[in-house]
């Protein structure tokens, strides 16, 4: 395996689960093994030709966290496992057989992860591509084996998977190089406080193991005016998840990227650590429409009841439902789920783009969601976005283990440099609202930091700015009157209350007619809106102070340079 792809193809793996990419694709990536790195090109040899269908569906999304990671467009090549041919068309499902062992198979299990059995049809031979990889896997599980049919024979064949779920992710840990988690039946002795915690978050994992370390905790969550609501609602619902009746749905909504996901997931890995008991299910739009297609094509084959891993939880989370609403043919389905939800006084935790009322959803629901609690995400102010980059440089990328001596960023010199407060004041102002990209635009600041620091010099605010310039769109920003008041009260030192107030000596006077002008010309305000904001000044009072101005800058050319600057910085804390 080529040491540098395996290096690059775990750092992939490390952003999707950052991310909270979907725990299939991560699981499938984990699988795969890295063949070779080229200067342009990271070639994968996936598990199975289903995985391999599946992986290129998310290649776009892959081959962005490659570039991110090498600072270079990387492409994804993903090959078949040796002895496969990469032409067969893709399997609409993992095909499987169980080898055969010594001890009879397990009592079936509800946590088992199986598959209904096909109709009987006669058995091809096969031949194991992928041997099973020595580990102390207990003997009577019947471990999958990807295979392929002798040719002139019939391709039918039975596929029964009795793995379990907790031998599942004992196989998945040890494929990944880490030392199986021991279970509580798997062990004589009393397992320790510290080894019972992530049993039980596992019990409550949707896919794949809950990292312990999730940055997506409550504890983690940078809150203030913005969103405290919802930051206090999210810890509520939490901590009363196991009273019935009360708080029995939450709705959280605003514009993406303001941190709906991190407070949903906050609920779940709160609940798996505190409350293992309680089941919980976690979906994102894509993954709720993935999981309802494949269960009615396989009610076709099988009868089997729908969507059962949904209906069978205590707490249901579904992050993007906007989504939902949107596809016709899964809207119905959806609302049914939901109505059975609140009528059974189980838990329910919603997160979409816009209100309940603006969802287009059947009116019985939209009445429960807002009788419920419903919270607005609101987009960060400059001095919540200082916080936020200050708490994520802090607890991400000062607090990062340093890389070991074979590591690509070793060897590249480094991570990121030294930030220091004044550089957070600056990144506020020249940044947009978007929590997602505030985090990638703080770690590209950083870098820029590291770079300057090895070449003997230090990040600057013109550094700062080209970035920024990257990452937003400062020409379609909302100005608000607030932003326009508070600027210029640093500018001319007066206070709001001189400023919006009845005093005119004449540096108070200036910086109030400069301030009404401003905010006139960048707020899409009327004058008498405007006036409503200045102490309630009638419209004649801010016509004539928007005239004075006009007139300033007739009269003194360095009025026009003084605006200019005004505007600039009033864009960018905006």
């Known amino acids: ?134 580990s102390p896997i207990p003997a ?56 019972a915690a992530p049993e039980a978050v596992e019990k409550n994992a949707d896919g794949a193991p809950l990292a312990a370390n999730s940055k997506f905790t409550f504890e983690n969550f940078v809150f203030g005016p913005e969103n405290s609501l919802a930051y206090r609602s999210a810890l509520k619902f939490a901590m009363l998840a196991d009273t019935p009746g009360t708080c029995t749905s939450l709705f959280i909504y605003g514009k993406s990227g303001l941190g709906k996901t991190h407070l949903l997931l906050a609920i779940k890995n709160e609940l798996a650590e505190k409350s293992p008991e309680i089941k919980v299910k976690y979906a994102n739009s894509q993954a709720y429409l993935d999981d309802l297609m494949t269960e009615f094509d396989r009610q076709k084959k099988s009868n089997a009841p729908i969507m059962q891993a949904y209906h069978g939880v205590d707490v249901l989370i579904i992050d993007d439902i906007q989504n939902i609403i949107g596809k016709r043919a899964s809207v119905d389905y959806f609302f049914q789920l939901m109505d059975e939800f609140i009528r059974n006084n189980k838990k329910v935790v919603i997160a979409a783009d816009r209100a309940p009322k603006d969802l287009n959803m059947d009116e019985r629901l939209t ?32 607090a990062a283990p340093e890389a070991g001596n074979d590591s690509l960023l070793a060897a590249y010199g480094g991570d990121g ?95 109030r007619h400069i301030a009404i002008y401003l905010a006139i010309e960048m707020c899409e305000m009327t004058t008498t809106a405007v006036g409503a904001e200045f102490g309630n000044r009638n419209h004649s009072t801010v016509s004539t102070s928007y005239k004075k101005v006009q007139k300033m800058i007739q009269e003194d050319r360095t009025v026009t340079e ?8 009033i864009t960018l804390r905006s």
Do not use: W
């Not at 596929?159 to 040890?174: E, G, H, P, V």
């Not at 607030?482 to 200036?510: C, D, F, M, W």
């Open 1 to 134: 395996m080529d040491e540098e792809a395996s290096i690059i193809l775990g750092d992939a793996i490390a952003f999707c689960q950052r991310d909270g990419q979907d725990a299939r694709l991560i699981n499938m990536l984990g699988q795969s093994r890295a063949v070779s790195l080229t200067e342009d090109t990271l070639t994968i040899e996936a598990p199975s030709r289903f995985a391999i269908a599946q992986l290129k569906k998310h290649q776009p999304t892959i081959e962005a966290y490659l570039e991110e990671i090498a600072f270079a467009p990387i492409a994804l090549n993903i090959v078949a496992p040796q002895g496969a041919s990469a032409n067969t068309a893709p399997d609409t499902h993992p095909v499987a057989t169980a080898t055969a062992v010594a001890t009879p198979a397990p009592e079936p299990r509800r946590d088992d992860v199986s598959r209904e059995t096909m109709a009987p049809q006669p058995t091809a031979s096969v031949t194991p591509a992928v041997e099973p990889a020595p």
């Open 140 to 195: 009577a599980t019947h471990m999958p084996v990807a295979h392929e049919a002798t040719p002139g024979e019939e391709s039918g064949i039975a596929i029964k998977n009795t793995l379990s779920a907790d031998d599942f992710r004992r196989m998945m840990t040890q494929m990944n190089g880490r030392p199986p988690a021991k279970s509580a039946s798997s062990s004589a002795a009393p397992a320790a406080p510290s080894a």
């Open 367 to 398: 009445s429960r969601f807002n009788a419920g609690l419903l919270c607005l995400v609101a987009e960060p102010s400059y001095e919540m976005k200082y916080k936020i980059l200050q708490r994520y440089y802090e607890n991400t990328i000062a």
């Open 417 to 511: 440099g030294h930030l220091t407060d004044a550089h957070f004041k600056h990144m506020a102002e020249v940044s947009g609202t978007n929590i997602r990209e505030l985090e990638s635009f703080c770690e590209r600041c950083a870098g820029e930091a590291g770079d300057r620091e090895r070449e003997g010099g230090e990040l600057t605010f013109d550094d700062i700015d080209a970035i920024a310039n990257q990452y937003f769109d400062t020409s379609a920003k909302k100005i608000n009157v607030q932003t326009v008041q508070s600027v210029i009260e640093e500018q001319y030192g007066v206070t709001h209350e001189e400023l919006i107030g009845p005093r005119r000596n004449a540096n108070i006077a200036k910086a």
């Open 562 to 569: 003084d605006l200019k600057s005004l505007r600039d910085k």
